[in-house]
């Protein structure tokens, strides 16, 4: 049973921070790509930042670079984290951990269909 369990988002004025987990079981967490994923209201779905396995690149949507990192830890735990510096009342959505195929290369990654797993999302709220 695949199971990707997002938490650590909430309410946070503009400039604070926030570092998201997801724990990751039921696949073997080398062979996917993971990604954080948000979706505010009445907007489409935006990947934020993703590692590609098949070359180990990073990517970061424009609006968040500088601001967020993304990282990840096979070794003790299967999580992926995603730390968020200066945040901004627009960075206010429902973040997403998703796992894909590791033999996705990066720019595909950048689009949501790409992934197969998702966690069940964890809110942030940026106020102003």
């Known amino acids: 049973d695949v199971q990707l369990q997002a938490f650590g988002g909430g309410l946070v004025q503009a400039g604070g921070s926030l570092r998201l987990s997801c724990a990751v079981s039921?696949?073997?967490?080398?062979?996917?790509?993971m990604s954080w994923i948000r979706q505010a209201p009445g907007r489409e779905r935006e990947v934020v930042s993703c590692t590609s396995k098949s070359d180990g690149t990073t990517y970061y949507a424009d609006s968040v670079k500088g601001r967020f990192t993304i990282s990840s830890d096979s070794k003790t735990e299967n999580a992926v984290f995603l730390q968020m510096n200066s945040l901004k009342p627009e960075d206010t959505a429902v973040y997403y951990c998703a796992a894909a195929a590791s033999t996705i290369i990066l720019s595909s990654l950048t689009q949501s269909a790409a992934y197969n797993y998702w966690g069940q999302g964890t809110q942030v709220t940026v106020s102003s």
């Open positions: 039921g696949i073997t967490f080398d062979d996917y790509a």
